[in-house]
C-alpha cells in the first residue's frame, strides 16, 4: 500500500490499524495453537481433544514451526492460558486491542496465582494494556503493578515462585552474532550469586592493585571463565592470582625513531577483552584449561592454511578460521578424530590422530575430554602425496608433516579393514559350511548373532555416527551428537540389530518421543529418516554432507590483494 500520500496523522493511524490486524492474527494463531496441543494422540483423522496438554504435546507445534522444545513449551504455555484459562486474554487480543507481548507479559507473571487471583488482576491491569487506553503501561510498569498486586493478594506468592525457580536452576550458553559467546547460570540462589560475583570482583581487584594494566571487566571475565574451565583447577587464590599474572600484556616500548623526544608513550590497551597472550599468537597462561566436553570441528586444509572454511564448535555453531587454528593448538593434549570424506561429502573412514604438530603439545597418559575432529577430503590427501609435481598447491608448514604422513597410514589401513570387514563375516560362514562340521557352523551364527543382539554400539561404531551425523536426527533439533544417546530405530527390544544402519544420535528427548510419546522413526536411506507424529504428520529428517563447498573460502588464501596484479 502507497503511504507516501498520507499526512503525519494519517500515518499514524495507518501503524495503529496494522497493529490491530497483527493483534488480531496472532490470537487466531494461539487459538489454533491450543487446539493443536488439545488433540488427542491418533487423532489426525477424527475429532478428539484431551482436557489439557499431555508432555509431549509440545512436540507436535516444535515440528509444526520448527522451533526448539523450550519455544514450542512457552508457546503453548501462552496459547493454553490466553484461550482456556484466561479467555479475557484471548479476547481483548481478538478484538485487536492487546498485543502478544503484553499478553505473554501478564501470562507469565500470573501462571502461579490461584484462578480467583488471576481473574481479578486481569481485570485490573487490562485496561491499561490496550491500544485503546488512554496512557497504556509499558512493559515494567505492567510487571511491577501485577506484582504488587500479587503479593498484596497472596503474600507467600513471591516465596513460592522462588522456591519453585530454583529447583529449576541450569547453567546455559549461547554464541553471539560477534562470533563470542555468553555462559550464564539461571534461575540460582540470590545468595550464593551475591557471593559468587563477590569471590571474582575481590580477585579482580587484587589483580588490579598488583599492577595488571587489563581493563577490570576484562580481568573479571578472565577470571570467572578460568575458575569454571578448570584453568585453576586445585590452586588457591594466591597461586591462582600469581599464575594469571603470568598472561599479562607486555608493556609499551617507546620507538625514537618515530616518536619525537620526550613525546608520551602510547597508552596500553587495557580494555582488550579477549584472553591475555592471543595477540601475541597461542600464549597463554602456565596453565591451561583441559577443555572438558568441547567438541571442536574443522577441515584440515584450513588447518594447513590452504583455505578459510568456517569450523564449528558442536553446540555453539560456526567459527572464524582463525579462531579454529589458535582453539586447535589449545586442543593439542585432546582426542583427535579424522573422518575421511569421499568426493560427495560423506563419510568414508574414520580413525584416531596420535601425532600432533613439531612443536606443539604431544599427547601423554590420560587425555582430557576435549576432542578435535578433523575432515579430511581423500582427494586433498592424494594431493599432498604428489605435493611436489603440483607447483599450484599451496607450501605446507613442516610441522604438520607428522600428522599428513601418519592420516596417509591410516587411510590406507582403514580402507583394508572396511575391506576385510565387507568379506569376513561371508567368508567365515561359507568356510564353516564347506567344512561339514554342524558344531562348526553353529559357531559361527552363534557369535555373529551375538555381535548383531548386543545392547550397546561399539566405540568404533559410536565414533563413526559421531562423526558422520553431527546433529540429534530428531525434527528441528540441533543438539550436538557427542551430546545425545546412540539409538536404535528399530528398538532393541523388539529385535531390532546393534548395527549402524540401524542406529542413529537421538538427544534425551526425542529418544523418549519415540519410545515413550508415540512417534515412530522410519528410515528412508543412509542419509534420510521420517518421523510420524500421534497425529499422523509426517517429517522428513535428511542429514547433510559434512562439507559444504564454499568457493570464496576456497580462494581467499590465493586472492591477490586489491592494490596489486591478479597476474
Known sequence: MELSGLTGAECVAHAVQAQRALNVAAAARLAAVAEVAACAPGSGARVERMAEPDRYSIDEVRAMYSLSVPAAGALIDLAWTACRRLPELHAAMAAGDLDERRAATIVFWVKDLCDAHTHQICAEVLPHCGLSAEAPWVSGKLVAQ????????????????????????????????????????????????????????????????????????????????????????????????ADYAKTRPA?????????????????????????????????????????IGVVLRAKFSTLLGFDEHPAELAGAGPISPASARRIAQRMALGTWRVAFIDDEGRLAHTGLVGPRPTGWAQPRGLLPKGVLDLLVPIDLLDQLALRAHLPDLPPVDPIWIPVIEHLHRSLGRQERIAEDRYWREWIERDEAERSGDPARLAEVIARQERARRRRFPTLTQRRRLQLAIPDCIGVACNRASHRAQIDHIHDHALGGPT?????????????????????????????????????????????????????????????????????
Do not use: F, M
Open 146 to 241: 501485577i506484582k504488587k498486586r500479587a503479593i498484596a493478594l497472596d503474600p507467600s506468592w513471591a516465596e513460592r515462585r522462588y522456591t519453585d525457580a530454583v529447583r529449576r536452576r541450569r547453567v546455559v550458553s549461547w554464541q553471539n552474532p560477534d562470533g563470542t559467546a555468553d555462559l550464564t547460570g539461571q534461575q540460582l540462589e540470590v545468595d550464593r550469586v551475591a557471593a559468587a560475583k563477590g569471590r571474582i570482583h575481590a580477585l579482580a581487584d587484587a589483580a588490579k592493585r598488583d599492577g595488571d594494566p587489563r581493563g577490570i571487566d576484562a580481568i573479571r571475565a578472565d577470571l570467572y571463565l578460568g575458575c569454571l574451565d578448570g584453568t585453576w583447577a586445585g590452586l588457591s587464590d594466591a597461586d591462582l592470582l
Open 251 to 291: 608493556p609499551p616500548v617507546d620507538d625514537p625513531d618515530t616518536e619525537p623526544e620526550g613525546a608520551p608513550a602510547p597508552a596500553a590497551h587495557v580494555d582488550d577483552p579477549l584472553p591475555a597472550g592471543v595477540q601475541a599468537g597461542l600464549a597463554r597462561s602456565a596453565r591451561s584449561s583441559p577443555y
Open 499 to 567: 548395527v549402524e544402519d540401524n542406529l542413529a544420535p537421538e538427544c534425551g528427548h526425542d529418544h523418549a518421543l519415540k519410545t515413550k510419546g508415540g512417534w515412530t522413526l522410519e528410515r528412508i536411506d543412509e542419509h534420510r529418516w521420517c518421523w510420524t507424529t500421534r497425529l499422523g504428520i509426517h517429517y522428513p529428517v535428511t542429514n547433510p554432507p559434512l562439507l559444504d563447498h564454499y568457493p570464496e573460502a576456497d580462494q581467499q588464501r590465493h586472492r591477490p590483494r586489491p592494490d596489486t596484479d591478479a597476474a
